[in-house]
């Protein structure tokens, strides 16, 4: 079992910046394939940012390219989200998820473990 925990959601304004973590235990976390995925009101969950193993490889949702970043420390057993320029669209709860391949995070098909999620609020 993995047990991910989210922080780093609040209130901000619309340009402003938040820095999502996401803190696995258990089982071996550099085993996995990490990823953020969303959920606004009334929309369906999609996958914003996967990241490889490695950390080598990264996978971006084209809403967020060049204004998120994703990186993980494998010490610290943690995966961030860095967000900049942030849009009243961006408002969602974010989940972290672990999975065993990066397509199989980004598709949803292969999530093994999921955090209970963090909420952002943009402010127009």
């Known amino acids: 079992q993995v047990q991910l925990v989210e922080s780093g959601g609040g209130l901000v304004q619309a340009g402003g910046s938040l820095r999502l973590s996401c803190v696995a235990s258990g089982r071996t976390y550099s085993n996995y394939a990490m990823g953020w995925f969303r959920q606004a009101p009334g929309k369906e969950r999609e996958c914003v940012v996967v990241i490889s193993r490695s950390g080598t490889s990264t996978y971006y949702v084209d809403s967020v390219k060049g204004r998120f970043t994703i990186s993980r420390d494998n010490a610290k057993n943690t995966v961030y989200l860095q967000m900049n320029s942030l849009e009243p669209e961006d408002t969602a709860v974010y989940y972290c998820?672990?999975?065993?391949?990066?397509?199989?995070?980004?598709?949803?098909?292969?999530?093994?473990?999921w955090g209970k999620g963090t909420l952002v609020t943009v402010s127009s």
């Open positions: 998820a672990a999975g065993g391949t990066i397509i199989g995070v980004r598709t949803g098909t292969r999530v093994d473990y």
